[in-house]
C-alpha cells in the first residue's frame, strides 16, 4: 500500500467501533463499491490497457473504468490531499482542529476553508441522504461526520483516497479520475504531470468556475506547496487545456468497432482484447489510404488480419475500410468469400507431405479437361497461357493453375477437403465431389481469419492451433499437428522464393521483401475478391480486398489489391520488431537437380529425407503420359444437323512424347504424339494409352449418344 494509517487513538477505536452500530446499515464496503462502479461507456482494451473503441451506453454523467491508487500519479494525488484535507493522514475521519477553525471563523464573521474531510466528502457520496450537494442541517452535519469515522474505522486510507478521486465530479458530466484526465489533458492518470495536478485539484472546489477563479485557485494551492512546484505558465497552459476541452468536446475511439461487437457483448461494459493500439491504427489507416487509390478500380473495401505466430493472438483486426466501405458494419474478417489461388499452398502441402510430390516434381501445364457432375471442367492459367513442363516449385511459387488441378487428381478431392477441415477451415463441409477439382484453386468459400489461422500453421512448422482475441478468455483447443516440419518448411522456401514466383509475377513487386518472407496472393472468379497472406517467423498478416457487396472489381490482382497493403503492415512489424528467416528442421535435404533440357536450369531443391531423386533427377518416367482428351466419364452427344465429316472427337496427350500409341475398344488407332480424330460412334468405349511395347500407360471411358452420321 502506498500509505500507512497513523497509529490512532483508544478513544477513536472505541468510538469507530461504536459508530458502527449507529451509522445506517446501507453503507456499503469498498469491494461493493468498486465492484458496483459501471462506465458510461462500454470500452474494449487493447493488450496494453489502452482503448480500442468506446460507446455511449448512459446519457448521464461520463465515467471510465476504474482506477487503482497505484494507477494514479502520485503528483494529483499529493494535490487533492493539499486541497481538500492536509491532515489527511493523520486524523480519523473529522478533522477537529480545521472543525474548530471553521466555527471560530464563522463566528468573528470571517469566511475561510471548510472543515469537510476527504472522508466526510466520500460518505455524501456514498449515501446522497446526508445532504450532498446542498445545504445540510446540523442532524445531517453531525451524521456525516459519524459516517465518516466508522468509514476511517471500516476502511484503509488507501481505499478512501481511491474511492474519493473515483467518484468525485471534476467538471460538468466528468465524473472519477479516469474520465477526468483522458477529457482534459488526454492522458492516462497515470500520466498528469504537477501542474495538470494542481488545475485538477482546484477544479474540485467549484468544477464548473470560470477560468478567472480556476487560475486563482490553482496558483494559491501552488504557493501552499513545496518550493520545487511547476511555473506560472506551466499552470496556466494546463488550465487553457481544460477550457480548450470544453471547446472541442470528447472525442470517442472507434478503432476495432468489429471487435468491439463481438467481445463487448450486450450488457458488457469492459473487455480485453490481444490487439495493439499503435498497429491496429496503422492498419486501418494503410487498409483506407490503399483502398481509396484504387477505389477508381471498383475497389470499396477491405479487411487486414494481424497474427503473432508463436501465441496466436491477434495484434490488428480491421473488419472494413470504415466510411470508404458501402457496407462498413459487414465485418471482412469473417465474412465468407471464395480465396482463390490462396489455397494452393496447403494442396502442394499436403502433396508433399504424403511423399506424392517433391519440390523439383515435373507437372504439365498443358490443356486439360475434366468431367465432373457440372459438366467438363476445362481450368486456365492467369494468363491463358501453358508453359509444359514446369516443377512443382514453379508451379505453386507461380500460381500456375493446371498443374495445381492435376495435384488435387493426384491426392484425392477428398483427402484435400478434410485437410482443410483440419487446418481450421470450418466451412469447407461437404464431400470432395460437391466442389470437384476447383477446389485447387479456390471454389469453396472461406473467412480470411481462417485463412490466416491455416498460414499460421505453415509458420509454426506445421503446428495448428486456434487464434485468440480475447485476452480474458482461456485458450481455445489444443494444438495439433497438420504437416511435419520438413514440409512446412519446404513449402515455406518455395512462398518465399522470388525466381520462383517470377514466371508470373516478375522479380519486384509488392511480394518482393528486403527481408525473409512467406507469402501467397489469390484471386477469386471475376475479381470478386484479392487475397494476400504470408508471414515471417514472428507474425502472420492477411489481407482482402474486394467488395463488401460482391460486386467484381476491375483490373485488380493479387499484386496490385491486397500485397501492397500487407507489404505495408509487414515491413512495419519487420522494423519494429524484426524476424528472421527460418532454419531448415530435422528431415530435410538439400540436392542438387539438373532438369530435363529446355524445362528449368539446374539449382539446389530442398527434399524431405527419403525422396531425394537418386538418378536423372525430376526426369519423367514411362507412367508419366495422361490423356487429356477426351475427358474420363465424359458423354458426348452426337447433333444430326451437324455434318458428319464434321463431328470428331480428339485424342490428345499431356506429353510431347512421340512414341504413344492410342487405342480404341482395344484396336490401334494410331501411333502418334500429336492424337487421333476420330469419327464418334454411340456407345460407350474406352480409351487407352500405351508405350511402345504395350505397357498401358492410361485408360479413360466415356459415352457417346446419338444416332451414327452417316458418311457423305
Same mark, same amino acid.
Given at each position: 500500500m502506498r500509505y500507512l494509517a497513523g497509529p490512532g487513538t483508544v478513544a477513536a477505536m472505541v468510538l469507530g467501533a461504536i459508530l458502527l452500530w449507529t451509522v445506517p446499515p446501507s453503507m456499503p464496503s469498498f469491494a461493493d463499491v468498486r465492484e458496483g462502479w459501471r462506465p458510461s461507456a462500454a470500452q474494449l482494451l487493447d493488450r496494453h490497457g489502452d482503448v480500442l473503441y468506446e460507446m455511449r451506453v448512459e446519457a448521464h454523467g461520463r465515467r471510465l473504468a476504474w482506477t487503482s491508487l497505484v494507477d494514479i500519479s502520485p503528483a494529483l494525488e499529493q494535490a487533492v490531499i493539499a486541497s481538500e484535507d492536509r491532515r489527511f493522514f493523520a486524523h480519523h475521519g473529522v478533522d477537529f482542529r480545521a472543525l474548530a477553525g471553521a466555527i471560530m471563523g464563522r463566528v468573528i464573521g470571517k469566511r475561510g476553508r471548510g472543515a469537510s474531510t476527504i472522508a466526510m466528502q466520500l460518505v455524501t457520496m456514498l449515501d446522497p441522504g446526508l445532504g450532498r450537494g446542498g445545504h445540510r442541517s446540523v442532524l445531517q452535519k453531525l451524521t456525516q461526520m459519524w459516517a465518516a469515522c466508522a468509514l476511517e474505522y471500516r476502511w484503509s486510507r488507501n481505499q478512501i483516497l481511491e474511492a474519493y478521486l473515483n467518484l468525485v465530479t471534476w467538471r460538468g458530466e466528468i465524473q472519477g479520475v479516469s474520465a477526468a484526465t483522458n477529457i482534459l489533458f488526454g492522458k492516462a492518470p497515470h500520466g498528469v504531470n504537477a501542474s495538470?495536478?494542481?488545475?485538477?485539484?482546484?477544479?474540485?472546489?467549484?468544477?464548473?468556475?470560470?477560468?478567472?477563479?480556476?487560475?486563482?485557485?490553482?496558483?494559491?494551492?501552488?504557493?501552499?506547496?513545496?518550493?520545487?512546484?511547476?511555473?506560472?505558465?506551466?499552470v496556466a497552459s494546463a488550465i487553457d487545456c481544460v477550457f480548450a476541452s470544453r471547446r472541442t468536446g470528447f472525442k470517442p475511439v472507434e478503432l476495432a468497432p468489429h471487435v468491439a461487437a463481438r467481445l463487448l457483448g450486450e450488457n458488457r461494459r469492459l473487455a480485453r482484447s490481444t490487439l495493439d493500439l499503435a498497429l491496429q491504427?496503422?492498419?486501418?489507416?494503410?487498409?483506407?489510404?490503399?483502398?481509396?487509390?484504387?477505389?477508381?478500380?471498383?475497389v470499396n473495401d477491405g479487411a487486414v488480419v494481424v497474427v503473432e505466430n508463436a501465441t496466436g493472438q491477434v495484434w490488428a483486426y480491421v473488419g472494413s475500410a470504415g466510411e470508404l466501405s458501402s457496407a462498413a458494419w459487414v465485418d471482412g474478417v469473417r465474412s465468407l468469400r471464395q480465396p482463390g489461388s490462396a489455397l494452393k499452398p496447403f494442396l502442394y502441402a499436403a502433396a508433399i507431405d504424403r511423399h506424392l510430390l517433391t519440390a523439383a516434381s515435373l507437372l504439365a501445364d498443358t490443356p486439360l479437361e475434366l468431367s465432373e457432375e457440372r459438366g467438363l471442367y476445362r481450368p486456365l492459367d492467369y494468363d491463358r497461357r501453358f508453359r509444359g513442363l514446369v516443377s512443382s516449385r514453379t508451379a505453386l511459387g507461380s500460381s500456375l493453375n493446371v498443374?495445381?488441378?492435376?495435384? @488435387?487428381?493426384?491426392?484425392?478431392?477428398?483427402?484435400? #477437403?478434410?485437410?482443410?477441415?483440419?487446418?481450421? $477451415?470450418? =466451412?469447407?463441409?461437404?464431400?470432395?465431389?460437391?466442389?470437384?477439382?476447383a477446389l485447387a484453386l479456390g471454389s469453396a468459400d472461406v473467412s480470411?481469419?481462417?485463412?490466416?489461422?491455416?498460414?499460421?500453421?505453415?509458420?509454426?512448422?506445421?503446428?495448428?492451433?486456434?487464434?485468440?482475441l480475447s485476452a480474458d478468455s482461456a485458450a481455445g483447443a489444443s494444438p495439433s499437428r497438420i504437416y511435419s516440419a520438413a514440409t512446412a518448411f519446404v513449402v515455406s522456401? @518455395?512462398?518465399?522464393?522470388?525466381?520462383?514466383?517470377? #514466371?508470373?509475377?516478375?522479380?519486384?513487386?509488392? $511480394?518482393? =521483401?528486403?527481408?525473409?518472407?512467406?507469402?501467397?496472393?489469390?484471386?477469386?472468379?471475376?475479381?470478386?475478391d484479392n487475397w494476400c497472406i504470408g508471414y515471417t517467423s514472428r507474425f502472420t498478416v492477411g489481407v482482402w480486398v474486394g467488395n463488401a457487396t460482391g460486386a467484381p472489381m476491375r483490373d485488380v490482382s493479387g499484386i496490385?489489391?491486397?500485397?501492397?497493403?500487407?507489404?505495408?503492415?509487414?515491413?512495419?512489424?519487420h522494423d519494429r520488431y524484426g524476424s528472421a528467416a527460418l532454419a531448415p528442421p530435422p528431415g530435410v535435404n538439400s540436392q542438387l537437380v539438373a532438369f530435363p533440357q529446355g524445362v528449368e536450369a539446374p539449382r539446389h531443391e530442398w527434399f524431405l529425407t527419403g525422396t531425394e531423386p537418386s538418378q536423372s533427377p525430376a526426369r519423367l518416367d514411362h507412367s508419366w503420359p495422361r490423356i487429356v482428351s477426351p475427358a474420363d466419364g465424359s458423354i458426348v452427344a452426337l447433333d444430326p444437323d451437324i455434318p458428319p465429316g464434321q463431328q470428331r472427337i480428339q485424342f490428345a496427350a499431356g506429353t510431347s512424347t512421340p512414341t504413344l500409341q492410342w487405342l480404341l475398344d482395344g484396336h490401334e488407332q494410331c501411333s502418334t504424339a500429336v492424337g487421333c480424330m476420330w469419327a464418334p460412334q454411340p456407345g460407350r468405349h474406352t480409351v487407352t494409352l500405351a508405350s511402345p511395347s504395350g505397357r498401358t500407360l492410361d485408360q479413360v471411358s466415356f459415352t457417346i449418344r446419338g444416332t451414327a452420321p452417316l458418311e457423305e
Open positions: 495538470e495536478a494542481l488545475v485538477m485539484a482546484a477544479l474540485l472546489r467549484a468544477p464548473n468556475a470560470k477560468y478567472s477563479a480556476v487560475k486563482r485557485r490553482a496558483e494559491a494551492l501552488r504557493r501552499s506547496l513545496a518550493p520545487d512546484q511547476p511555473s506560472l505558465q506551466q491504427r496503422l492498419a486501418t489507416e494503410v487498409l483506407k489510404r490503399h483502398v481509396s487509390e484504387v477505389h477508381e478500380h471498383g498443374p495445381a488441378v492435376r495435384t @488435387i487428381q493426384l491426392l484425392g478431392v477428398d483427402v484435400f #477437403a478434410a485437410e482443410l477441415r483440419g487446418l481450421g $477451415l470450418s =466451412t469447407i463441409v461437404e464431400a470432395g465431389d460437391f466442389y470437384g477439382a480470411l481469419w481462417d485463412l490466416v489461422s491455416a498460414y499460421r500453421t505453415l509458420a509454426n512448422g506445421g503446428i495448428w492451433s486456434p487464434l485468440q522456401d @518455395i512462398l518465399a522464393d522470388r525466381a520462383s514466383r517470377s #514466371a508470373t509475377f516478375g522479380l519486384e513487386n509488392s $511480394l518482393a =521483401t528486403r527481408y525473409w518472407s512467406a507469402v501467397k496472393t489469390g484471386t477469386s472468379k471475376d475479381m470478386r496490385t489489391g491486397a500485397a501492397p497493403v500487407w507489404l505495408e503492415v509487414m515491413s512495419y512489424l
